[in-house]
């Protein structure tokens, strides 16, 4: 993790350097994924501040994507109107043709980023049924194979199934995710 959030300073500092708004934003994005993993909600909440900075000269992809970071950092630290309100605007802002974004190339934020961090943030809130919901709609455009997404998809089910009380069903996707990670070498998971 101390690799992954020195390279994305250094990004940011490249991007100051050139004057590029959108690499700072997604430098930015990727320190807050990384105080996802690291379970640091106010770091995160502070990088995805830090990004709103820029919202008025960056695209709707990245602008769409700081939304959706910011509701699944406001449903942690349960900030239930915060997290409806960035929601709202994250599906909003974020572009259908997002593949036509000219960041996406480096970026690869897509529907999965949007519903993976929206069901997150029903988990947050405590509301199981909609994460499982949200988590079943993103099943459906992954591929099948154990591609990084599919295993932390498998791992947010999970979490969902446990905190639906089915524990049986929590233990069978552990089981794929474990699976999955362990095929795919995901060190991560």
Request: proline share 4%.
């Amino acid at each position: 993790y101390g690799t992954a959030l020195t390279y994305a300073k250094q990004a940011f500092d490249y991007g100051k350097e050139v004057h590029e708004p959108n690499l700072q934003v997604t430098s930015l994005i990727r320190q807050a994924q990384v105080y996802l993993y690291l379970k640091r909600p106010q770091q995160r909440l502070q990088a995805y501040q830090q990004a709103m900075q820029y919202a008025n000269e960056i695209s709707p992809l990245l602008k769409g994507r700081i939304y959706i970071g910011l509701t699944e950092v406001h449903s942690k630290l349960n900030q239930r109107r915060e997290a409806e309100q960035f929601l709202l605007a994250a599906h909003k802002t974020f572009p259908q043709n997002f593949e036509e974004d000219p960041n996406f190339s480096y970026t690869h934020f897509n529907l999965w980023s949007l519903t993976a961090l929206e069901g997150l943030m029903y988990l947050n809130l405590d509301q199981p049924q909609q994460a499982w919901r949200a988590f079943d709609r993103v099943d459906k455009l992954l591929p099948q194979e154990a591609v990084p997404n599919r295993v932390e998809l498998l791992v947010r089910q999970a979490g969902a199934a446990l905190a639906l009380g089915d524990l049986e069903q929590s233990c069978s996707v552990t089981q794929r995710a474990l699976s999955s990670a362990s095929a795919a070498g995901n060190q991560l998971r």
